[in-house]
T-cell receptor, first 114, second 115 residues
Framework: EAGVAQSPRYKIIEKRQSVAFWCNPI?????LYWYQQILGQGPKLLIQ????????DSQLPKDRFSAERLKGVDSTLKIQPAKLEDSAVYLC????????????FGPGTRLTVL | AQSVTQLGSHVSVSEGALVLLRCNYS??????LFWYVQYPNQGLQLLLK??????LVKGINGFEAEFKKSETSFHLTKPSAHMSDAAEYFC?????????????FGKGTKLSVKP
């Protein structure tokens, strides 16, 4: 069974530029999560989807971050414009139905904002 | 609200020695607790989880954790460290205040294993 796929793996941009990350969850997983992991900290949830609907985006900085999950499968996370403090690893995870189902994580996208 | 605190950002042990990584939780409801491992440049992998069944939970790679309600702890142990155990370990608690399945992570403990 293929795992959670993410691309790109690494991205370097200058502040005020825009960037987009892509995630392909495990087939059949209804719930998809985006986490932000800043160096030296644990992952923090940005947004959670159930199928193609948003369940929780309370910690998403909506003035610059946006995310979508069209057709309830792939998802993209966008930052526009990026700030220095957005430098982090962005992790995508998926689970069968949320709740206590195990979350499977992708390898992450390491973003550096200069 | 739920939270977890991991004591010690960096732990170093010798190969063959006991591994003990500490995690304390705060929760107003019975918690569901998790330990994840992260190898360099990889995503997180579930080691084990506590979901209110047995208090001693066995996971992969010889790790286990014991849920102690009186101490609000969920420490991770392994009797004998192996070089391949060198990684970062995260304790997490299920967030009941937010969406279903949302996890709240600690800051992580980096484990080094000396030959």
């Amino acid at each position: 069974e293929a795992g959670v796929a993410q691309s790109p793996r690494y991205k370097i941009i200058e502040k005020r530029q825009s960037v987009a990350f892509w995630c392909n969850p495990i087939s059949g997983h209804a719930t998809l999560y985006w986490y932000q992991q800043i160096l030296g900290q644990g992952p923090k949830l940005l947004i959670q989807f159930q199928n193609n609907g948003v369940v929780d985006d309370s910690q998403l900085p909506k003035d610059r971050f946006s995310a979508e999950r069209l057709k309830g499968v792939d998802s993209t996370l966008k930052i526009q414009p990026a700030k220095l403090e957005d430098s982090a690893v962005y992790l995508c995870a998926s689970s069968f139905q949320g709740g206590n189902n195990e979350q499977f994580f992708g390898p992450g996208t390491r973003l550096t904002v200069l | 609200a739920q939270s977890v605190t991991q004591l010690g950002s960096h732990v170093s042990v010798s190969e063959g020695a006991l591994v003990l990584l500490r995690c304390n939780y705060s929760s107003s409801v019975p918690p569901y607790l998790f330990w994840y491992v992260q190898y360099p440049n990889q995503g997180l992998q579930l080691l084990l989880k506590y979901t209110s069944a047995a208090t001693l939970v066995k996971g992969i790679n010889g790790f286990e954790a014991e849920f102690k309600k009186s101490e609000t702890s969920f420490h991770l142990t392994k009797p004998s460290a192996h070089m391949s155990d060198a990684a970062e370990y995260f304790c997490a608690v299920r967030n009941y205040g937010g969406s279903q399945g949302n996890l709240i992570f600690g800051k992580g403990t980096k484990l080094s294993v000396k030959p």
